[in-house]
T-cell receptor
Framework: DAKTTQPPSMDCAEGRAANLPCNHS???????VYWYRQIHSQGPQYIIH???NNETNEMASLIITEDRKSSTLILPHATLRDTAVYYC????????????FGTGTRLTVIP | NAGVTQTPKFRILKIGQSMTLQCTQD?????MYWYRQDPGMGLKLIYY???????DKGEVPNGYNVSRSTTEDFPLRLELAAPSQTSVYFC????????????FGPGTRLTVT
């Protein structure tokens, strides 16, 4: 499974969009990009995933570049409850069974 | 559905003691996982199971044992606790390996002194 690189921390003003970047330059064609978040030592929570196309659900949007080497998770209107560590994970249909959680990006939403 | 439940929430062990961390899921998921998370770090896979009676090692299995006698339960056993096992333990489940979402329990915070 491809490795990902994320900034260690980011701040975002409450009500503004939070844009969290992720680099995955070694991603292969059948590998998906997943985003999870972990709020204050709780269990991680699934947010969204995608392969090639941009995706949107009730929580967030995922923008994947055309070459698939990077992606951005967008929280459109960040709230204080979005303060968490966000993990970008790449995983294919074969290979490891687990999700590889790196150290993620600690997002702090500021009032 | 309760989802994934874990007990206990907290535990303090002395070096050399043993204990079992319990994990139960009520979603009829085939796959179950045990992860550990050390302070400031990501999660590391300890063991996983693809169905009742089938388990396999993950990235950091030493010092742990698991069993999977039912679909619902996946207990993690620490036989001789060591300070290096001080960590937060998360159990997770998914319908299949390809399922995009793993559901995590609330975690067990273990301290070994």
């Amino acid at each position: 499974d491809a490795k990902t690189t994320q900034p260690p921390s980011m701040d975002c003003a409450e009500g503004r969009a939070a844009n969290l970047p992720c680099n995955h330059s070694t991603i292969s064609g059948n590998e998906y990009v997943y985003w999870y978040r972990q709020i204050h030592s709780q269990g991680p929570q699934y947010i969204i995933h995608g392969l090639k196309n941009n995706e949107t659900n009730e929580m967030a949007s995922l923008i994947i570049t055309e070459d698939r080497k990077s992606s951005t998770l967008i929280l459109p209107h960040a709230t204080l409850r979005d303060t968490a560590v966000y993990y970008c994970i790449v995983r294919g249909e074969t290979g490891a069974n687990n999700l590889f959680f790196g150290t993620g990006t600690r997002l702090t939403v500021i009032p | 559905n309760a989802g994934v439940t874990q007990t206990p929430k907290f535990r303090i062990l002395k070096i050399g003691q043993s204990m079992t961390l319990q994990c139960t899921q009520d979603m009829n998921h085939n796959y179950m996982y045990w992860y550990r998370q050390d302070p400031g770090m990501g999660l590391k896979l300890i063991y996983y199971s693809v169905g009742a009676g089938i388990t396999d090692k993950g990235e950091v299995p030493n010092g742990y044992n698991v069993s999977r006698s039912t679909t619902e339960d996946f207990p993690l056993r620490l036989e001789l606790a060591a300070p290096s096992q001080t960590s937060v333990y998360f159990c997770a489940s998914s319908y299949s390996r390809e399922a995009y979402e793993q559901y995590f329990g609330p975690g067990t915070r273990l301290t070994v002194t």
